[in-house]
């Protein structure tokens, strides 16, 4: 029995005098209200206090209707927008049905003025569409779909969720179904305390969190709204939630055969939109350089703790160019990647960049691992130049430059060293080749999208892994800490070329004298743990 049918249950259960007054209570309290909620998570969500609402799960469950209703009920100044422009012509109709005329809408700008109210609409189709919204103030900031735009489009658009009306509320609900590809995966991240099973800390639907930006840069969890004492200011912090819905939620859907449309979705769009998984594992894209599932694999390898015996063999390192991209370094021990380490740019004297990201670089660095920098762009020329100068054993990796190599499974070249990088770990990370896989990955959300996010296409019988300039685009944000690892993978000692190096010398003692014996890589791994 659904909420709905439990509150009719009660309202029959009244004397007829009784409905009356119910009646009449229920008509008074929503005569100036345009739209009113379904009973259940709609009007759980339509009274939230949150400062930022993520609504949703399957389709169906009323989450374009919550905004319309927001904006014609609650907000003086609203912007309700889709990824895409032809998405975005869609939102006007359901004003339309529930007004019953279009009175007020200028449908070349997207503006409806209905009784005092301004209500924006819009599409945000390429990533620097957000600069169109820039300085634009909103009390309430709605993205239907949540999961199509990027992190940046969804955070430089909220900056500007205020008003000059001390009396009225502000707040920014975001409305969707689980992501589908990698480009949405920022999503569970972001509202990872409700949508992530591994979270040391899970919240209930519902349940407030707060969050701001801590002395790092980086969004923190903190205790309440505050005040906060951050980097010596006063800081309140913003109140964050999310409330499930479902297609059974909505009466006007639910006994309808669209239970049966979402049932015949191809798989992928049915875990997300029928099911509600919020799970990486979900099918991947046409054309993804590595399966999400391999990933996954290799992060339910990875335990805490670096493996004995085995040295640090390589540093991925990242380099920030300034603005709000971090430095990031991926230390690897053979197959065992440690927890990646990011730097914020802010940390930098642009002046002195070279020397200090080599500082950082080195107080991290252990056994005399090889540095592996990037240098595309130009970010890590001084850092590298500082690093070579002082004898330290570094690469230039340059993502661009032609490579020789050819695929091992199908001996097909590369077009150059970023499709070869990301060829060879991907092929270090398929569970089906002999002896199975032993990369082992931090749990990190971030990473299996920056992993994930590549395509790659053999054309005239080369492979080409798609520029990382594309894929931060379709991201909305830096790849950083796959391209680390990435790096750190591709050059470097490993167990197939290093492992009787790593062998301790009591184990080399033991060895000698006795006749050749065939080490398998298996014994080798044993051996070394």
């Known amino acids: ?53 993520f609504y949703g799960v399957s389709a169906g469950g009323g989450k374009t209707d919550l905004i319309t209703g927001l904006a014609l009920n609650s907000h003086k100044n609203s ?75 969804f955070t430089f658009i909220s900056a500007w969720n205020r008003s000059a009306d001390p009396e009225q509320r502000c707040r920014v609900v975001a409305t969707g179904n689980p992501p589908t590809n990698a480009e949405g995966y920022w999503v569970i991240k972001r509202w990872a305390a409700w949508l992530d099973d591994t979270h040391p800390n899970p919240a209930k639907d519902g349940e407030l969190r707060w969050y701001t930006l801590g002395e790092d840069g980086k969004e923190i969890e903190v205790d309440g709204p505050g005040p906060h004492m951050i980097n ?89 160019g300034g603005g709000n991209d971090p430095m990031v370094m991926a230390p690897r021990y053979d197959a065992w990647f440690d927890s990646i380490t990011e730097i914020q740019a802010k940390e930098f004297d642009v002046s002195k960049m070279g020397t200090q990201a080599a500082g950082h670089i080195l107080g991290l660095r252990r056994d005399k691992a090889l540095v592996v920098i990037d240098l595309g762009g130009g970010y890590g020329n001084s850092c590298y130049e500082h690093l070579t100068a002082n004898d330290i054993n570094v690469y230039g990796y340059k993502g661009s430059k032609a490579y020789g190599g050819r695929s091992k499974d199908s001996n097909i070249p590369f077009q150059n060293t970023r499709s070869a990088a990301v060829w060879r770990f991907r092929e270090a990370l398929d569970p089906s080749q002999p002896g199975g896989s032993d990369i082992s990955l931090p749990d990190d959300p971030e990473l299996v999208a920056d992993l994930t996010g590549p395509t790659y296409r053999i054309e005239n019988h080369v492979i080409k892994v798609e520029s990382k300039e594309k894929v931060c685009e379709r991201l909305g944000r830096s790849t950083d800490k796959g391209d680390a690892v990435l790096m750190s993978w591709f050059q470097g000692a490993r167990d197939s070329d290093s492992a009787l190096e790593w062998v301790d010398s009591k184990a080399r003692h033991t060895l000698r004298g006795q006749a050749p014996k065939v080490i398998t890589r298996r014994d080798m791994r044993r051996s070394l743990h």
Request: proline content about 4%.
């Open 1 to 53: 029995m659904t909420l709905l049918d439990e509150m009719l249950e009660r309202v029959n259960s009244l004397g007829k005098d009784e409905q009356k007054t119910f009646a009449k209570e229920v008509n008074d309290a929503t005569a100036s209200m345009k739209w009113i909620p379904n009973p259940g998570p709609q009007t759980e969500a339509y009274h939230c206090k949150a400062d930022e609402l």
């Open 79 to 153: 912007l309700l927008l889709r990824r895409t422009n032809k998405e975005a012509e869609k939102l006007p109709s359901r004003f339309e049905e529930i007004l019953g005329h279009d009175n007020g809408l200028n449908r070349s700008t997207g503006t409806w003025k209905v009784e005092g109210r301004v209500i924006d609409m819009g599409g945000c189709q390429l990533e620097s569409d957000k600069q169109k919204r820039k300085g634009i103030a909103h009390d309430l900031k709605a993205f239907d779909e949540v999961s199509d735009f990027s992190e940046s489009q």
């Open 232 to 320: 010596n200011e006063s800081v309140v912090a913003r109140s964050r939630t999310f409330i499930r819905a479902w297609l059974s939620d909505n009466p006007f859907l639910s006994e309808t055969n669209y239970d049966a449309v979402l049932a015949a979705l191809p798989e992928r769009e049915r875990l997300a939109y029928r099911d509600g998984r919020f799970d990486l594992s979900i099918k991947d894209e046409i054309g993804q350089s590595i399966p999400t599932s391999w990933i996954r694999l290799a992060q339910e390898r990875w335990k805490k703790g670096k493996p004995k015996g085995i040295p640090m063999c390589t540093i991925g390192v990242d380099m920030t």
